[in-house]
């Protein structure tokens, strides 16, 4: 059974800063790639960023130049650092690890961003 355990969010002002974090229950290479995902109020859950066992990238336009996604290889941890947050960041954040034709899931980690 593969688990993903998110933390990190919480309540940050504009401008600020998080990380958020994705520990997983086994080897990340394990997964064709990892990833953030998002899901504000009324909203459908949106990409953030991947990650791929080689390290390359992938960011929404919205995050690009303010969001920088990263691993752990050793960890076996997955972060996103969350600069210059703006209030249309808040939503729920969920670690997401695709291998093959499937995805797993954490629990979601709730970011707020409000003065």
């Known amino acids: 059974q593969v688990q993903l355990v998110e933390s990190g969010g919480g309540l940050v002002q504009p401008g600020g800063s998080l990380r958020l974090s994705c520990a997983a229950s086994?080897?990340?290479?394990?997964?064709?790639?990892m990833g953030w995902y998002r899901q504000a109020p009324g909203k459908e859950r949106e990409l953030v960023a991947t990650?791929?066992?080689?390290?390359?990238?992938n960011y929404a336009d919205s995050v690009k130049g303010r969001f920088t996604i990263s691993r752990d290889n050793v960890k076996n941890t997955v972060y996103l650092q969350m600069n210059s947050l703006k209030p249309e960041d808040t939503a729920v954040y969920y670690c997401?690890?695709?291998?093959?034709?499937?995805?797993?899931w954490g629990q979601g980690t709730q970011v707020t961003v409000s003065s």
């Open positions: 997401n690890g695709r291998r093959f034709l499937s995805d797993y």
């Open positions: 086994r080897s990340i290479y394990w997964f064709n790639a």
């Open positions: 990650i791929t066992p080689t390290g390359s990238t």
